[in-house]
């Protein structure tokens, strides 16, 4: 069965500064993998997903990923950290069935210290 | 463009009554449906999905059940309410290439 780690339950980091926040999954065949945000008492909204082609991917608000095959990881980044990126941030993968399963990391909440 | 709206935004309930949770999904046709608890300060569980009307399948037992009367509608229920089903309910729907949407959730305390 898939998994999806994040390493760091919660992360702080200084406005302006870079954001890294650590996903690994495991899986035998090359997946789809997500990233989502979490704003206090809101739903998750979709910051960026990997389907096929280029292994860089770009979101919104300024995030990216990048997806290593080699090792199983798929790292969100932001260059500079913005207040309102304070929030909590899963990482999901795909696992194929026929109903479109997601498997879900436990989190990262992200603190952004002005 | 697609809308996923939930409702209530917040309920308060005492233990042993019923519930019901609802979510529709505009602007799409014939999506799946998922149901999800969030438990405080913890991650996401599926609790059920849907591939289409009337087909309800469970990733695991509980005090709760689902039901998809319409195609763009699911709701989440309860005869009897637990202390332990207190969270914030989470609706998604997916596009048939695994991405997921979500509304903006329902918090729940059962007191």
């Known amino acids: 069965a898939q998994s999806v780690t994040q390493l760091g339950s919660h992360v702080s980091v200084s406005e302006g500064a870079l954001v890294l926040l650590r996903c690994n999954y495991s899986?035998?065949?090359?997946?789809?993998l997500f990233w989502y945000v979490q704003y206090p008492n809101q739903g998750l909204q979709l910051l960026l997903k990997?389907?096929?082609?280029?292994?860089l991917v770009k979101g919104i608000n300024g995030f990216e990923a990048e997806f290593k095959k080699s090792e199983t990881s798929f790292h969100l980044t932001k260059p500079s950290a913005h207040m309102s990126d304070a929030a909590e941030y899963f990482c999901?993968?795909?696992?194929?069935?026929?109903?479109?399963?997601?498997?879900f990391g436990p989190g990262t909440s992200l603190s952004v210290i002005p | 463009s697609q809308t996923i709206h939930q409702w209530p935004a917040t309920l308060v309930q005492p233990v042993g009554s019923p519930l019901s949770l609802e979510c529709t999904v505009e602007?799409?046709?014939?999506?799946?449906l998922y149901w999800y608890r969030q438990a405080a300060g913890r991650g996401l569980q599926l609790l059920f999905y849907?591939?289409?009307?009337?087909?309800i399948s469970s990733e695991v037992p509980q005090n709760l059940s689902a039901s998809r009367p319409q195609d763009r509608q699911f709701i989440l229920s309860s005869k009897k309410l637990l202390l332990s089903d207190s969270g914030f309910y989470l609706c998604?729907?997916?596009?048939?290439?695994?991405?997921?949407?979500f509304g903006p959730g329902t918090r729940l305390l059962v007191l």
């Open positions: 998604a729907w997916s596009d048939r290439v695994w991405t997921q949407y």
């Open positions: 990997y389907t096929t082609g280029a292994t």
């Open positions: 999901a993968v795909s696992e194929r069935t026929s109903y479109d399963k997601v498997i």
């Open positions: 602007g799409t046709s014939n999506p799946n």
């Open positions: 899986s035998s065949v090359p997946p789809y």
């Open positions: 849907s591939v289409g009307i009337g087909q």
